[in-house]
């Protein structure tokens, strides 16, 4: 399925993208309609993969020798909504130069 570590870190940033993008549709749900359930599961599956791309995000940077500055724009991407989706096309894609 994933061909190298970049992959799997690639589909791990889209994933965790778009937890942190529900959890801003379930906090509409909690407090507009008190309706506080799917904040819980989305807030924990998200905690989990935000985890789990930090992990990846170090993994990576050790195996391609990134800078320490491609490193933090990685890591301050995934604290921005919509951040991992930018840094997904222009940090983490691999170019036909660089493969």
Same mark, same amino acid.
């Given at each position: 399925?994933?061909? &190298?570590? +970049?992959?799997? *870190? @690639?589909?791990?940033?889209?994933?965790? !993208?778009?937890? *942190?993008? +529900?959890?801003?549709? =379930? /906090?509409? $749900?909690?407090? @507009? #309609?008190? /309706?506080?359930?799917? &904040?819980?599961?989305?807030? /924990?599956?998200? !905690?989990?993969?935000?985890?789990?791309?930090? %992990?990846?995000?170090?993994?990576? =940077?050790?195996? #391609?020798?990134?800078?320490?500055?491609?490193?933090? +724009?990685? *890591?301050?991407?995934? $604290?921005?909504? *919509? !951040? =991992?989706?930018?840094?997904?096309?222009? %940090?983490?894609?691999?170019?036909? &130069?660089?493969?």
């Amino acid at each position: 399925m994933f061909k &190298n570590p +970049l992959d799997r *870190f @690639r589909f791990i940033a889209l994933i965790e !993208g778009i937890s *942190f993008l +529900l959890i801003g549709f =379930t /906090m509409i $749900l909690k407090y @507009r #309609y008190d /309706m506080p359930e799917p &904040n819980k599961v989305i807030g /924990m599956v998200h !905690g989990v993969l935000f985890i789990i791309y930090v %992990l990846l995000l170090i993994q990576v =940077t050790y195996l #391609y020798k990134w800078s320490f500055w491609k490193f933090s +724009l990685g *890591f301050i991407a995934s $604290l921005i909504p *919509f !951040g =991992t989706f930018y840094a997904d096309k222009k %940090l983490f894609s691999i170019r036909k &130069n660089q493969a």
